[in-house]
């Protein structure tokens, strides 16, 4: 007999008919004899329609007070899917976060599991019943409501696998696994049978959406095997495996982009010991994080720029206090850029070819795309271009990589 935790994100779960799709597979695993505990998100486009009541009444609403919204989206559907698998004959109940104890640090929006305590879950599954917890949501240590960011579910998920010592942690989405990239965007992409832990981080923290980055993090951290698959139709799914060489030996296993990134330049700074920390030091203290950072050197006049890029969403704000900085440092000009994206290539494959970045430059190059700002590591590649420019550069990109070929092994 198996433990399980299965997590069914918002197109999942998106209407009656896809809850008692959902209560029917649940169902069959437990019928198998397996024990589950099935994690969910809200129904499609739910999160978006309460962020947008509550912008309706402030620009900016609290932390505190949109958590308390948002997380009504799951438990909705967690009584839903009770009452479906229910109707089914199978025994099953719903929890929130709170209920089942997913304690969280208190940073509203975007808060981080700190302990879940599992004895309720358990005493559940003993005695037969399948629990449906919901996603995305936990309790602070003031026993206030808290979420944990967008797609959050998935990180539940695995927390709660973690926590259970499952033996597997099912993704299932609207997508049958994990592809060299986003299939909406390159429709020749290819479903990968397994990638690395490592590449499947590197993918979701560079902007692959199928997995929250934190769920990630959480299967390395307490080693959780992870499957992403579809909910729609049967099939194996993407393993995400810890062992680095039972991976195809491709060079590039995916592609990973982002949209939702913004630059900014200071023009003119002086080219002295310090300066880099007075322009990010306020950035960080407006808990912006900044991702890329290059800074020129300097001509003869020992001045130099400096550009870095955040996340769209804090664009506005960063602006603003580069803006001051600016003011105080003497520099030239500030000049921000909203549209621009990022796109990375990512593969274990790339310690130990050489000649990668050549490709990835000269390809986009026949395309006429300008590379505005580039950064390495040791498995991956990322670039920044401006926005319009993402689509063709990701579908250049994944035919000069032959990512839509098996790798010839
Ligand atoms: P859910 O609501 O089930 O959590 P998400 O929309 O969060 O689903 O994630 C699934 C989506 O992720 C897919 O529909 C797909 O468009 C997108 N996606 C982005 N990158 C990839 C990738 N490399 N492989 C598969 N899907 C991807
Ligand atoms: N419902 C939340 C969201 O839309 C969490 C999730 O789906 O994982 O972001
Ligand atoms: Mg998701």
Not at 139 to 166: F, M, N, Q, Y
Request: hydrophobic share 45%; charged share 25%.
């Amino acid at each position: 007999m198996a433990l399980i935790v299965q997590k069914y994100g918002g197109t999942s779960v998106g209407t009656i008919e896809r809850i008692m799709a959902v209560a029917e597979r649940v169902k069959r695993w437990r019928d198998q004899g397996d024990h589950v505990v099935v994690v969910v998100s809200a129904m499609s486009g739910e999160t978006d329609r309460l962020i947008g009541l509550a912008r309706q009444l402030q620009e900016r609403p609290e932390p505190r007070e949109l958590d308390v919204l948002l997380s009504t989206g799951e438990q909705v559907t967690i009584a839903l899917l009770s009452m479906a698998l229910q109707a089914h004959g199978c025994p099953a109940r719903s929890y929130t976060g709170a209920q089942v104890h997913i304690l969280t640090d208190s940073a509203h929006n975007k808060a981080r599991i700190r302990d879940i305590d599992a004895a309720r879950v358990r005493a559940d599954l003993d005695a037969g019943r399948v629990v449906v917890v919901a996603g995305f949501q936990g309790i602070d240590e003031h026993g206030d409501i808290t979420t944990l960011g967008r797609g959050g579910s998935d990180t539940s998920a695995v927390a709660i696998a973690a926590a259970l010592k499952a033996d597997e942690c099912q993704i299932y989405t609207d997508v049958d696994g994990v592809y060299t990239t986003d299939p909406r965007v390159e429709p020749k992409a290819r479903k990968l049978d397994r990638i690395t832990f490592e590449e499947m981080l590197e993918m979701a923290s560079l902007g692959s959406k199928v997995l929250q980055i934190r769920s990630v993090e959480f299967a390395g951290k307490y080693r959780v095997p992870l499957r992403v698959l579809s909910s729609f139709e049967e099939g194996e799914g993407t393993l995400i495996t810890f062992e680095e060489n039972a991976v195809e030996d491709a060079q590039i296993s995916g592609i990973a982009f982002s949209r939702d990134e913004a630059k900014l330049t200071v023009l003119g700074v002086p080219d002295q010991p310090g300066v880099a920390y007075q322009i990010l030091g306020p950035i960080a203290d407006a808990n912006i994080e900044v991702d890329m950072i290059i800074q020129n050197v300097a001509a003869q006049e020992a001045a130099t720029d400096f550009t870095f890029t955040v996340h769209r969403n804090d664009y506005a704000r960063a602006l603003e206090i580069l803006k001051a900085t600016a003011d105080n440092l003497g520099a030239r000009q500030v000049l921000g850029d909203p549209q621009i994206a990022k796109i990375s290539l990512v593969g274990v494959g790339m310690r130990s070819h050489a000649g990668i970045a050549s490709r990835m430059f000269s390809s986009l190059a026949e395309e006429g795309i300008n590379i505005r700002m580039i950064s390495t590591s040791e498995i991956k590649i990322s670039v920044v271009v401006d926005e319009k420019y993402l689509e063709l550069g990701v579908r250049a990109l994944h035919d000069a990589f032959g990512l839509d070929q098996e790798p010839v092994v």
